[in-house]
């Protein structure tokens, strides 16, 4: 069952903050995620693990709601270089397959 | 240190025809995914080789088949391919066990015509 993101896509102005919801149906044992830029390989930003602590570095944390089997994307006074598809992508238990959301385009202007 | 290596990074291939992508996974990693990426979506999981065996398999019909090498590299073999086949293919590589998430390829560009 593929996660569902929201929102599908926003435009901030450079400064502004962001959130990006990650939501799946089944429990999970970890969310990933990752930042596409046009033509590129998607780009590993971090990883939350079922019991784990938020995570974050620089201007970008998330966190992880196991009740809810949700997660969260808190991208802080963003630049320019933020600018490209957020995909969480998520491992369930006994079943280690990564599957990745329906993705949010993000988009910043100066 | 080289990340994950790629090829061909563009192929054009004929409806019918067979097509090998190759990926050599980041060095230390042992474990490698391959996923196939439709315009404008999310990366769709193919399947995952660990010790040259398959672990893991999506919801792929038996044209897409793999192998991992001794040296942990792979292929991602597709048989009679169809126009729907067209995608930008991915491989992403990890150590197992560590939790450092998947580091992707550039990927191969296929097109079938």
């Known amino acids: 069952q593929q996660p569902v993101q929201s929102p599908q896509a926003v435009i901030l102005r450079e400064g502004e903050d962001a959130v990006i919801n990650c939501s799946s149906s089944k429990a999970l044992y970890s969310v990933h995620w990752y930042r596409q830029k046009h033509g590129e390989a998607p780009v590993f930003l971090m990883i939350?693990?079922?019991?784990?602590e938020q995570k974050g570095h620089d201007k970008i944390s998330a966190s992880f709601n196991e009740k809810k089997q949700q997660s969260s994307l808190y991208l802080t006074a963003s630049q320019l270089s933020y600018s490209g598809t957020y995909f969480c992508?998520?491992?369930?238990?006994?079943?280690?397959?990564?599957?990745f959301g329906t993705g949010t385009r993000l988009t910043i202007i100066p | 240190d080289a990340g994950v290596t790629q090829s061909p990074t563009h192929l054009i291939k004929t409806r019918g025809q067979q097509v090998t992508l190759r990926c050599s996974p980041k060095s230390g990693h042992d474990t490698v995914s391959w996923y196939q990426q439709a315009l404008g979506q999310g990366p769709q999981f193919i399947f995952q080789y660990y010790e040259e065996e398959e672990r893991q398999r999506g919801n792929f019909p038996d044209r897409f088949s793999g192998h991992q090498f001794p040296n942990y590299s792979s292929e991602l073999n597709v048989n009679a391919l169809l126009l729907g086949d067209s995608a930008l293919y991915l491989c992403a590589s990890l150590a197992l066990g560590q939790y450092y998430g998947y580091t992707f390829g550039s990927g191969t560009r296929l097109t079938v015509v």
């Open positions: 992508g998520t491992e369930n238990f006994g079943n280690e397959k990564l599957t």
């Open positions: 939350l693990l079922k019991g784990g």
